[in-house]
């Protein structure tokens, strides 16, 4: 159990276009969503928390307006690149846990590979 | 603040050995998660094992196992009979009790098995 699906797996896109990626868990509720950035050999940086119902709670320095991150069901979390630019061409992994017991473990997509032309 | 330091950016093992994967942590918290976690190339992040800060026994799945240090604040990763699947990158991982949501992670190791 604990599956999470994560899509698109890899998307190009222009300049200017807003792009979203979906974030799923596909066997549990997830009270609890991430989403995470991470660039060539590095480690994963955290973005922004989001529970369900509320608003997500943005790691500084991450420009909410730029990242839209909406969590309406709790199997379900998006995240919105708005206007990308090149600069914002990453690895997007989200991962999702279920209850609020910090020794249950986040569980991973497979990211998003986003290139901007 | 809270660190999770990996000092060995790149290690290789000769398939079916042994490798020992480091891991340190700063915190001055005194109970808290620990995790390893391996990324292959395909980069998903694959949970390996996880040993609560409170538990002296060390945590063991098949062929991985822990050596948890309390006091050094040391939590490395024993992978025995090396296999060419193990080649990924490895992340060590830090969870306070007190902040669920904060999950730290090391910088990471390279793994390669060697066959």
């Known amino acids: 159990g604990a599956v999470v699906s994560q899509h698109p797996s890899w998307v190009i896109c222009k300049s200017g276009t807003s792009v979203k990626i979906e974030c799923r868990s596909l066997?549990?509720?997830?009270?609890?969503m991430f989403w995470y950035r991470q660039f060539p050999k590095q480690s994963l940086m955290l973005m922004a928390t989001?529970?369900?119902?509320?608003?997500?709670?943005?790691e500084q320095g991450v420009e909410k307006d730029k990242f839209l991150i909406n969590h309406a069901s709790l199997t379900l979390s998006t995240l919105t690149v708005t206007s990308a630019h090149p600069e914002d061409s990453s690895f997007y992994i989200c991962?999702?846990?279920?209850?609020?017991?910090?020794?249950?473990?986040?569980?991973f997509g497979d990211g998003t590979r986003l290139s901007i032309l | 603040a809270q660190t999770v330091t990996q000092s060995q950016p790149e290690m290789s093992v000769q398939e079916a050995e042994t490798v020992t994967l480091s891991c340190t942590y700063d915190?001055?918290?005194?109970?808290?998660?620990l995790f390893w976690y391996k990324q292959p190339p395909s980069r998903q992040m694959i949970l390996v094992i996880r040993?609560?800060?409170?538990?002296?026994q060390n945590a063991t799945e098949n062929r991985f196992s822990v050596n948890f240090q309390k006091a050094a604040k040391s939590f490395s990763l024993k992978i025995s009979d090396s296999q060419l699947g193990d080649t990924a990158m490895y992340f060590c991982?830090?969870?306070?009790?007190?902040?669920?949501?904060?999950?730290?992670f090391g910088p990471g190791t390279s793994l390669s098995v060697i066959p």
């Open positions: 991962s999702a846990r279920r209850g609020g017991r910090g020794n249950q473990p986040q569980h």
């Open positions: 040993q609560e800060a409170y538990k002296q």
């Open positions: 066997d549990f509720q997830a009270t609890t």
């Open positions: 989001s529970n369900e119902g509320s608003k997500a709670t943005y």
């Open positions: 991982a830090f969870t306070p009790k007190t902040s669920y949501d904060k999950v730290i």
């Open positions: 915190t001055s918290e005194s109970n808290y998660y």
